[in-house]
């Protein structure tokens, strides 16, 4: 059977202002988030991004949402919270390295990680937050000889099948297990050291309440000036209307069937988050693609956040990282 994609029609997107002109977008990774299970390739056709801009949903999205509202007991959210290093864990103990396709789409989305090949003689030091196996930090190393990277994650486990890949090179990576919401980099990277820092599919990955705790923590070994480069699941995205009833944690927020979570983020919501912390929003798009599913002859629309957000060149204020935040 053939896959028949339905593109939106104009009047079935809207926004809250008047937006800036679209923009084409080149997104073309052979894995289009952190969970994207049994889907193939991104279909061809153009892509176009706008701020503030959001998918209508249909009647019967609508009423599969207003349906689903009851949320899971606070002891089982208690309980998902506890053991999210663990479930993270056996996740990719069941997988290992074969769920992802390596991220080869990095430096046409970002130009922040492309200066090395750009400038004779560049050289780029980043930090990779939340690295998984390292999808995308060993094509962005293969690619770029002149970078360093700092790569850490929250699963032990992803960490040791990043040091066994054949490609990993200590003198120009350096990979460390890391909680994110309570560990120091400081501990692992010198401060203000990092040209960027990029968090692919991570965020949506920690609970809400502790989002501030990662951005707090990235910024201190970011150099004034310099950015997050951020992707993630959109507000709408076809896995968010996936979840069945029971699996709803809190507004946009869910876990799946192996107890890993993930949240739906809105652009204001995650403007607010990096305001706060201390940023300057530089980028903030949704960008809107469709997924392609040959086997089941589906074509799904899927819906990215993808946002720059610098850390300014002024003095900035003193961020304290709470590194007593039970987890």
């Given at each position: 059977?053939?896959?028949?994609?339905?593109?939106?029609?104009?009047?079935?997107?809207?926004?809250?202002?008047?937006?800036?002109?679209?923009?084409?977008?080149?997104?073309?990774?052979?894995?289009?988030?952190?969970?994207?299970?049994?889907?193939?390739?991104?279909?061809?056709?153009?892509?176009?991004?706008?701020?503030?801009?959001?998918?209508?949903?249909?009647?019967?999205e609508?009423?599969?949402?207003?349906?689903?509202?009851?949320?899971?007991?606070?002891?089982?959210?208690?309980?998902?919270?506890?053991?999210?290093?663990?479930?993270?864990?056996?996740?990719?103990?069941?997988?290992?390295?074969?769920?992802?396709?390596?991220?080869?789409?990095?430096?046409?989305?970002?130009?922040?990680?492309?200066?090395?090949?750009?400038?004779?003689?560049?050289?780029?030091?980043?930090?990779?937050a939340?690295?998984?196996?390292?999808?995308?930090?060993?094509?962005?190393?293969?690619?770029?000889?002149?970078?360093?990277?700092?790569?850490?994650?929250?699963?032990?486990?992803?960490v040791?099948?990043?040091?066994?890949?054949?490609?990993?090179?200590?003198?120009?990576?350096?990979?460390?297990?890391?909680?994110?919401?309570?560990?120091?980099?400081?501990?692992?990277?010198?401060?203000?050291?990092?040209?960027?820092?990029?968090?692919?599919?991570?965020?949506s990955?920690?609970?809400?309440?502790?989002?501030?705790?990662?951005?707090?923590?990235?910024?201190?070994?970011?150099?004034?000036?310099?950015?997050?480069?951020?992707?993630?699941?959109?507000?709408?995205?076809?896995?968010?209307?996936?979840?069945?009833?029971?699996?709803?944690?809190a507004?946009?927020?869910?876990?799946?069937?192996?107890?890993?979570?993930?949240?739906?983020?809105?652009?204001?919501?995650?403007?607010?988050?990096?305001l706060?912390?201390?940023?300057?929003?530089?980028?903030?798009?949704?960008?809107?693609?469709?997924?392609?599913?040959?086997?089941?002859?589906?074509?799904?629309?899927?819906?990215?956040?993808?946002?720059?957000?610098?850390?300014?060149?002024?003095?900035?204020?003193?961020?304290?990282?709470d590194?007593?935040?039970?987890s």
């Amino acid at each position: 059977m053939t896959a028949q994609c339905v593109r939106p029609k104009p009047e079935t997107l809207q926004t809250s202002h008047l937006a800036p002109p679209l923009h084409p977008a080149s997104f073309t990774p052979g894995s289009a988030g952190s969970r994207e299970e049994g889907t193939s390739p991104l279909s061809e056709p153009q892509v176009l991004s706008r701020r503030d801009l959001t998918r209508i949903l249909s009647s019967e999205e609508e009423e599969k949402l207003k349906r689903d509202q009851a949320l899971v007991s606070d002891f089982k959210q208690q309980k998902l919270e506890k053991e999210a290093q663990k479930n993270w864990d056996l996740f990719y103990k069941r997988n290992s390295t074969n769920f992802f396709k390596d991220r080869h789409w990095t430096t046409r989305e970002f130009e922040e990680l492309r200066s090395c090949r750009e400038f004779e003689d560049q050289k780029l030091t980043i930090l990779e937050a939340g690295c998984g196996v390292g999808n995308c930090l060993f094509p962005l190393l293969e690619e770029d000889p002149g970078i360093f990277a700092y790569a850490c994650d929250f699963s032990p486990r992803a960490v040791e099948y990043v040091k066994q890949n054949p490609l990993y090179d200590t003198e120009r990576c350096k990979v460390f297990q890391c909680d994110l919401t309570k560990d120091d980099l400081l501990e692992h990277v010198p401060p203000e050291s990092v040209d960027a820092v990029t968090l692919i599919f991570v965020l949506s990955a920690v609970h809400p309440d502790k989002m501030h705790l990662v951005l707090q923590n990235v910024y201190k070994v970011l150099k004034p000036g310099r950015s997050v480069l951020f992707r993630d699941y959109g507000l709408y995205d076809h896995a968010m209307l996936r979840f069945k009833a029971g699996s709803k944690l809190a507004e946009n927020f869910y876990v799946r069937q192996d107890g890993t979570r993930s949240y739906f983020f809105t652009d204001e919501f995650l403007a607010r988050l990096f305001l706060d912390a201390g940023y300057e929003e530089e980028v903030n798009e949704y960008v809107f693609r469709e997924t392609v599913n040959k086997k089941e002859g589906l074509c799904v629309p899927r819906v990215f956040l993808q946002s720059k957000f610098r850390k300014s060149q002024k003095t900035p204020v003193p961020v304290t990282l709470d590194l007593g935040h039970e987890s």
